[in-house]
């Protein structure tokens, strides 16, 4: 399965900003896997089965930010981590959460992310920003909450892209 990409992508406000790398968020097991995971319960992680994501949940938010950032239009230019070219600044990322949680009135997708900018010269953080976002799904059947994932990446993105138009990232 995949995260269905936003539609439309507002300009970052502000100026244009010098170049930055986006690297992969740290994870840790069971978020750092291809697995769709569910909570049904605040302390039990599962997963549906016979249904994967086609990468890493960190990958996957990675790439979804690289989209966003790149069609903004707020940036020089947009790399990842894969990348040997040599950027002013780099987003740094945590993911926390990545998973559909049950509640009373039924399914939400939830991705929680704790994101640093990083002026490379010098090594200091810029701006720190930490956010969870969370979807319901029309349904509790796979596709409706992988359609509620989209969304909430999709509303992360948007979050972030607005979080770095107002910082103070100049290096």
């Not at 439309?8 to 750092?32: F, H, Q, W, Y």
């Not at 990083?118 to 029309?138: F, G, T, Y």
Request: one cysteine or more.
């Amino acid at each position: 399965m995949d995260l269905a990409r936003a539609q439309d992508v507002s300009e970052m406000p502000g100026k244009a900003r010098p170049s930055i790398r986006i690297d992969t968020p740290l994870a840790s097991d069971p978020i750092n896997s291809t697995l769709i995971l569910s909570k049904p319960t605040p302390l039990e992680f599962q997963s549906y089965p016979g249904a994967r994501w086609r990468d890493s949940a960190p990958v996957l938010v990675r790439d979804y930010l690289v989209d966003t950032l790149r069609r903004s239009q707020g940036f020089q230019y947009v790399v990842t981590d894969t990348s040997p070219a040599s950027v002013d600044l780099t987003l740094i990322s945590e993911l926390s959460d990545f998973q559909s949680e049950q509640t009373e009135t039924g399914m939400v997708a939830v991705i929680g992310l704790h994101t640093e900018i990083l002026d490379n010269q010098s090594r200091k953080v810029l701006c720190i920003h930490d956010e969870r976002v969370k979807v319901p799904a029309s349904g509790r059947e796979l596709d409706a909450v992988v359609a509620a994932f989209g969304e909430a990446a999709r509303s992360l993105s948007t979050k972030t892209l607005n979080w770095l138009g107002g910082c103070e990232i100049t290096p």
